[in-house]
Structure formats: C-alpha cells, structure tokens
C-alpha cells in the first residue's frame, strides 16, 4: 500500500466518525490474524478425507467466497458494473495475483511454517510493494526506504535461517513470502484499477477470474478427497476462511483505504503479527523463540523505515 503513502488523507466518512472505524479496523485485525489460526485448523480438519488438506482448503476457501459473491451479485442493488473489454486482462492478471496466487501460497505455506512466521513473512509486503514501485518508476525511495528494505530482508534472514529449531521450515517461509509478493505485485498493478470500480464490484470480478485461475491447481485434489471424512472443525474453519477472512476482510479493507491515506492504514501490518502469533501461543501451542522475537523486531524496523 506504499504507492498511496505520499497521498494526503482522504475524508472520513459520516458513517465513520468517532467508534466506528477504531472498530472497523480492529474487526479488520482481527479478520487476518485469526485467518492463520483457522487455516491451521482447516489442514488438520481435512487430513483424514485427503492427501492434500492445503491444496482443499485454499481451493474451497476462494470458492466459497466466489459462490456468495455470485450470490450477492444477484440483488439489484449490489449488481456489478459491466465490465469492458480493455479492463478484462488487468482484472484477470489481479485476480490471479491478488487471490490465486496470493492465498494458494498462503494457505500451501501453513502446512510447513508456523503461524508466527507467516505473519512475519506477510509483514514484509510493504517493502515488497515500495520495490516494485520502485521498479517500475512509480516512487523514487530515499536513503531511508533502501536503508530500511535492507533491514527488513536481513530480518527475515534471520526468521528464516534460525526457524528449523521451531517447526518452521525454510520452505514454508518462503511459500509465505511468495504470498506476499503476490499480494504486493497485486496492490502495485491495481492502483489504477481500484480507483475506477466500486468495491463490490472489484472484489466480485477478481474473485471471478480468481476462481478460473485457481481450479486447475486444486481440481485434483478436490476430486480425490472423502468429503464424509471431514470433520466439523475442519468445515468451520474453510467457512472462517472463505467468509471473515476473504470476503468480510476484503470489504472492509477497501472500504477503509477509500476513506484513509495508506500510511494511516499502513498500522496493520505492525499489528497483525503480533495478533496472529500471541494467538498462536494460546490455541495452537506454538513456541515463541529468540529467533523469531530478534527477527520480528528487525523486520519491523526495517518496514518502519521504508514507510518513512
């Protein structure tokens, strides 16, 4: 989101004003941090019925959020715009990186990394969005921004390079990290495309090319699976997945940039981490290492520096 963070703050809605969007972030934090927690449950709530309880989370995760949105997408007052013909490839490209590719790696990198790492890892998005900018002639970074992309990769080095000891492995980090520069490259290449649709409308298009890019990597494995097998657990959690942690975060995300500058918005990358890893500990037994709490602090200070 750093191509925006030059902008002035926007308005702040009527809607908006006093509790409300203290709320409305908070429900956003809340929304992606806890997406870890329930991801984790969704593996292990789909092992029993398949051989690739990633693969069929990630898979029914976009479909469920597909499937509602074409559902909404009936009433006549969310109806989407129609779309053009020039905006088709940029929408299929966003919906490929911005949803596919984006939570395929996300939820793929969860059955070999920790929860703590892949909060670490996605933390690491403003920094790969301020380089693509940067490479594609969109921002010119000061000394301060390279100074602080430095710090953040060598934090990440860090994360990565001690995680083995534990339960993350180097693969899954970098699975995460693919995650995020996928989400990066999306919020880079949609800059222009955001401004021009409303956000039911964005969001129903890209899921829509999102779920016709993702079917051939998850088909397989959804055909094979024992869907008598799952269990409660597991169907509540791709629920989470496909309801708060896709579709209800992804309203309120575009709903708050409209209304804030990037930078304002730009806390939550601090926040969910921390969020998501505290909750790790209580429901998932997970351990927080020297390590991961070295390479955390690194991490953040260098994306601190690259938003400066």
Known sequence: MRDQASAPPLPIA??????????????LVLAWSFNYIFGKWAIRGLAPATRSP??????????????????????????????????????????????????????????????????LMFAMTPVLVLAL?????????????????????????????????????????????????????????????????????????????????????????????????????GWGSVAYMGLAGSLAAYFIFYDVMKRLSATQVAVLQYLQPVVASVAAVYLLAEPLTTSLLVGGCVIFSGVYLSER
């Open 133 to 233: 900018a940067a490479a594609w002639g969109q921002e010119r970074p000061g000394w301060s921004q390279m100074v602080g992309m430095a710090v953040a990769l060598g934090g990440t080095l860090i994360v990565v390079w001690r995680g083995a000891t534990a339960g993350a492995t180097p693969l899954g980090d970098a699975i995460e990290l693919a995650s995020a520069a996928a989400f990066a490259y999306y919020t880079v290449a949609g800059k222009d495309s955001v401004a021009r649709f409303d956000t039911f409308s964005f969001t129903f298009y890209t899921y829509q090319f999102g779920v016709l890019w993702m079917l051939p990597l998850v088909l397989p494995a959804l055909w094979r699976t024992q869907w008598q097998a799952v269990t409660p657990a």
């Open 14 to 27: 009527a809607r908006h004003r006093g509790w409300r969007l203290p709320a409305w972030l908070a429900a």
């Open 54 to 119: 990633a693969l069929v989370a990630a898979g029914l995760r976009v479909l469920i959020a597909a499937v509602v949105l074409d559902l909404l997408a009936l009433h006549p007052r969310l109806r989407p715009r129609r779309l053009r013909r020039q905006e088709i490839g940029s929408l299929a490209l966003l919906g490929l990186t911005g949803i596919t590719l984006n939570q395929f790696f996300f939820v793929w990198g969860l059955d070999f990394t920790t929860v703590a790492h892949a909060a």
